[in-house]
């Protein structure tokens, strides 16, 4: 069964970079799409972009100023940078494995980490 | 970007009775070439992770109970619960993968009357 795990820092100074990574076990990272997907506390849900595993990344034009995503299949895992945060991207952020039948919806999730942007 | 919105944002309904949740697209998510609707619905209780329930607008995940349906094409949408059961209370999104950047409806909470 693959499992998902993310990990990072909880709390972030605004102005300053997120950094997640999201660990891949049960199963080859260099298959499939991978994405990141984020939850503002109490709100919906925002597409922040994905990687495939050639390394073709696209990112939510929103967001795409700020956002790297990258593979890292040495280690199975893929991550996420987020530069010159601020509290409006205090979330709790998702990774997820695309399925086999499109990368747009997941096959298995991570359980999501809170990140909070605050001094 | 492809807009999504749902109604209503909230819904009581009794148990074993039936609940409808509504999404609608901005644009038509339905890809002619190969006649399907690229829309997905999710289940998140609180405190958990979103779950998949029907992805190509009515195709049911593995494991997913057969009293949740979907339905609907283009623009159009409809996630039914036939008969309400009290773990069913949750929030419920609708989402388009038909084009990038992915978008997901506002959601909508479910409750017991």
């Known amino acids: 069964q693959v499992q998902l795990q993310e990990s990072g820092p909880g709390l972030v100074r605004p102005s300053e970079t997120l950094s997640l990574t999201c660990t891949v076990s049960?199963?080859?990272?260099?298959?499939?799409?991978w994405s990141w997907v984020r939850q503002p506390p109490g709100k919906g849900l925002e597409w922040i972009g994905f990687i495939y595993y050639t390394g073709t990344t696209t990112y939510n034009p929103s967001l795409e100023s700020r956002v790297t995503i990258s593979l890292d299949t040495s280690k199975n895992q893929f991550s996420l940078k987020l530069s010159s945060v601020t509290a409006a991207d205090t979330a709790v952020y998702y990774c997820?494995?695309?399925?086999?039948?499109?990368?747009?919806?997941?096959?298995?999730w991570g359980q999501g980490t809170l990140v909070t942007v605050s001094s | 970007d492809i807009v999504m919105t749902q109604s209503p944002d909230s819904l009581a309904v009794s148990l074993g009775e039936r609940a409808t949740i509504n999404c609608k697209s901005s644009?038509?998510?339905?890809?002619?070439?190969?006649?399907?609707?690229?829309l997905a619905w999710y289940q998140q209780k609180p405190g958990q992770t979103p779950k998949l329930l029907i992805y190509w607008a009515s195709t049911r995940e593995s494991g997913v109970p057969d009293r949740f349906s979907g339905s609907g094409s283009g623009t159009d949408f409809t996630l039914t619960i036939s008969s309400l059961q009290a773990e069913d209370v949750a929030t419920y999104y609708c989402?388009?993968?038909?084009?990038?950047?992915?978008?997901f409806g506002q959601g909508t909470k479910l409750e017991i009357k």
């Open positions: 049960g199963g080859s990272i260099s298959t499939y799409y």
């Open positions: 644009q038509s998510v339905l890809y002619s070439s190969n006649n399907k609707n690229y």
């Open positions: 989402q388009q993968y038909y084009s990038t950047p992915y978008t």
């Open positions: 997820w494995r695309g399925s086999a039948a499109h990368g747009g919806f997941p096959s298995f």
